[in-house]
């Protein structure tokens, strides 16, 4: 449902993309084999993988806590964590560091995503930098979609690396968009939060989760273009 939009309003923008597709081993696994349609087999990179249980701190409580806003309705703590130990392996799958660093650009992606904009030229600051969609980021980050230079794919991927090292232990919150802001910003990665661009979440029945932009999210759009505005 989804892979026409993605091709047209994103994929269009990335020369000889390289996809690496991590997928848990369930009954719609098999669906990703589409792109090998559209793309050459060197480009498409594809696993299926069994998803483990991930260890909860014994703190878990108080981080839950510690977040600007509660996990959302549906959610769980091991769904959670399972998606961040699916962004280490996905990494991995590719290469792991060394492996991202032979690409210019790195975008994740999720693909269950139908755009409605996005923009034709993507500013992309320099060095260690990820840009993210301006909505949606519950006080954190939009942990949605990415796109990031290489240097900082590692502190984006491995995020649940650094929350079992470091992040939790100093307090850091269980919490997708909180979560990945911390482990961007602890490790020294400049953060973009103003991608103009937006997309619905599509369910199996072909129903859309809607774009979902917070008073928060608006303010601080427009305070971070107004600081960006050159002086007269």
Not at 76 to 89: E, S, Y
């Amino acid at each position: 449902k989804c892979l026409p939009n993605q091709q047209f309003m994103v994929f269009k923008h990335l020369p000889e993309p390289h996809f690496f597709v991590s997928v848990a081993d369930d009954e719609d696994a098999w669906k990703v084999e589409i792109l090998r349609k559209h793309y050459p087999e060197d480009r498409v990179h594809i696993e299926f993988v069994a998803q483990p249980d991930q260890w909860e701190p014994e703190n878990l409580a108080d981080l839950l806590l510690a977040a600007p806003n509660e996990i959302a309705v549906g959610s769980t703590v091991q769904g959670i964590l399972k998606q961040f130990w699916n962004l280490v392996r996905v990494a991995e799958f590719a290469g792991g560091v060394d492996g991202l660093r032979a690409f210019d650009l790195v975008v994740r992606c999720r693909p269950d995503l139908k755009f409605h904009s996005f923009p034709e030229v993507i500013n992309l600051g320099p060095g260690k930098c990820v840009t993210t969609p301006w909505w949606s980021r519950s006080g954190g980050v939009n942990d949605r979609f990415a796109i990031m230079r290489p240097e900082a794919a590692q502190a984006y991927f491995y995020t649940l690396i650094w929350a079992k090292t470091e992040g939790w232990k100093n307090g850091a919150p269980i919490h997708p968009e909180s979560m990945l802001a911390a482990s961007l910003w602890a490790q020294g990665v400049g953060v973009a939060t103003d991608l103009a661009t937006s997309f619905s979440v599509v369910r199996k029945d072909g129903s859309l989760i809607l774009p979902d932009p917070s008073f928060s999210d608006i303010a601080d759009l427009l305070l971070t273009r107004h600081q960006r505005k050159p002086k007269s």
